[in-house]
């Protein structure tokens, strides 16, 4: 094996002292006065502070959205709000590199995967639906559909620029405006996502920005918006569901997953092994659509995990903005004392931990990558969602028990075939409840192709031609 020398980035974005809320094109502060630190997880030193908004300026970036909904972005034609699109797609990609870093130093995810995946796939979902603004009245959903007027958006920290993206850039397109709440860690991306809106010269108020916590998401999701998209965990999706049932908002939710990843006895086990290596270790395990459950075949199990263990201790865990970095920091302290407390009861009902022996940086919120074996669908480890590096491998004899094991879940985000039948994956794929199935591959993502869940996992599609049906009235 080779030993790699670090290989840091070097290039540092311009990261304010102070952000506001994006407000009517403006960066203003809370009415309240009220600000929080945002916290670079990789060091826990602070990076900057951010106003905190409350009801009152939630009511004040709904009025904004409101009025430019009303007055410019929803009369506009589709051909120009497609050109402010291309724009800011044009923009996100000149800038791609100051995003990456910045999205690194809030998150703590690796460089590579910001710059190779979060960044260019964000400037994708602009670029998609850019195409889509003038050609709505051709996308299957009747003659003429109109905009449903101001959008309420809460997004998760584990992909903050992409989730923003798959949120706003829907939205736009079909003549909406958005108020966009991002979350309480990973404020970054989204004011400088600000910053590119006025740099494009989007009119005021077609996008807010408002950095906040728990309490201005609930805010937002009971101001008079017209739809509430969600992606986050699932108790907090049911809870807003509760909050807006009886009113006239939309909802959409994409919302936690327990994704089975199954390895039948034909599979190409080096391929699998990749496969598996990345369903779980991408992005530290913080993926909705993680494939956190390995069910492999009893016969290849030996063989499987014995080269997963033999690739795993080469994964690099360390420095986010080491271009050679596999698996960076947790995101928060909170996340990390939720996957050790999870993964305590994991060792506490009998399962096996195996960890690779590599070292840790002294500060911040790191978590050795984590298999357990011997583990029973009984188990919280089987059957909740860790959302850390944490693999949980059960074993199947027949693809019938794969299948009753795959889909004996409240969850129903993706799932994962491995075989060198297309008969197989064909007999597998009809059988799961997923949302999303991938064979021969894991974590593809594209603009054009709609994702969403089943079952506990929500509803609605974001993405693709489907994605665009939750942000018109048909
Ligand atoms: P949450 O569901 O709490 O957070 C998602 C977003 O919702 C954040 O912006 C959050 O704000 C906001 N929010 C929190 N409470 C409310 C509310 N009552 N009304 C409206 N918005 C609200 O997830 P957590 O970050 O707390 O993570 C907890 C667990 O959820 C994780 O361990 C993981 O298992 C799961 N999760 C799943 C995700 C997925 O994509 N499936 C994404 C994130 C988490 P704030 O940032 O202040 O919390």
């Not at 007055?71 to 996100?92: C, D, H, N, Q």
């Not at 591959?441 to 506990?456: I, M, R, V, W, Y």
Request: charged share 20%; with cysteine.
């Amino acid at each position: 094996m080779f030993e790699y020398a670090p290989s840091p980035e070097s290039v540092r974005p311009q990261i304010k002292e102070h952000y506001g809320l994006f407000i009517g094109g403006e960066f203003v502060d809370a009415e309240d006065g009220a600000v929080f630190k945002s916290v670079n997880p990789s060091t826990e030193e602070a990076l900057f502070t951010v106003a905190e908004a409350g009801e009152a300026d939630v009511r004040l970036a709904v009025a904004a959205a409101r009025r430019a909904q009303e007055t410019v972005w929803g009369p506009m034609s589709g051909t120009e709000r497609g050109k402010y699109l291309f724009r800011i797609a044009r923009l996100l990609q000149e800038r791609a590199r100051e995003f990456a870093v910045a999205e690194s130093l809030d998150n703590g995810k690796p460089i590579k995967e910001t710059r190779d995946f979060d960044v260019p796939t964000a400037a994708q979902h602009f670029f998609y639906h850019a195409g889509w603004a003038d050609k709505l009245a051709y996308a299957g959903l009747g003659a003429d559909p109109r905009p449903l007027g101001v959008i309420g958006q809460v997004i998760p920290w584990n992909f903050p620029l992409l989730m923003l993206s798959w949120k706003i850039a829907p939205a736009l397109a079909c003549g909406n405006t958005v108020v966009l709440k991002p979350a309480e860690t990973t404020p970054l991306t989204a004011l400088m996502f600000a910053e590119l809106c006025q740099e494009a010269d989007l009119p005021p108020g077609v996008v807010n920005i408002l950095p906040g916590a728990g309490a201005t998401g609930a805010a937002l999701v009971g101001s008079p918006v017209d739809k509430v998209a969600f992606t986050g965990s699932t108790a907090v999706g049911r809870a807003i569901a509760k909050s807006i049932a009886g009113s006239k908002k939309k909802l959409t939710l994409e919302l936690g997953g327990k994704a089975a990843n199954i390895v039948f006895d034909d599979a190409p086990i080096d391929q699998a092994v990749e496969g598996i290596v990345n369903g779980i270790f991408f992005n530290q395990g913080h993926v909705c659509c993680a494939g956190s459950r390995l069910l492999v075949q009893e016969s290849v199990a030996d063989d499987v995990l014995e080269r997963l263990k033999a690739r795993i201790a080469t994964l690099r865990v360390g420095d986010p903005l080491d271009k050679n970095t596999d698996i960076g920091a947790i995101n928060s302290a909170e996340q990390l004392s939720r996957i050790q407390a999870l993964t305590e009861t994991g060792t506490g009902e009998g399962a096996e931990a195996w960890q690779p022996a590599c070292d840790l940086p002294e500060r911040g919120f790191w978590f050795r990558p984590t298999v357990f074996t011997g583990v029973q669908q009984s188990m919280r480890i089987a059957k909740e969602e860790i959302f850390g590096p944490v693999l949980s491998v059960l074993t199947f004899r027949t693809p019938d028990e794969a299948i009753a094991k795959a889909n004996n879940t409240p969850y129903g985000l993706s799932a994962g075939v491995w075989t060198e039948k297309g008969s197989k994956i064909l007999w597998a794929a009809e059988r799961l409840r997923a949302g999303v199935v991938w064979a021969n591959t894991f974590n593809q993502f594209d603009a054009a192709s709609p994702f969403g869940g089943l079952k506990e996992s929500g509803y609605g599609r974001e993405g693709g031609r489907q994605g665009l049906e939750a942000y018109l009235d048909v």
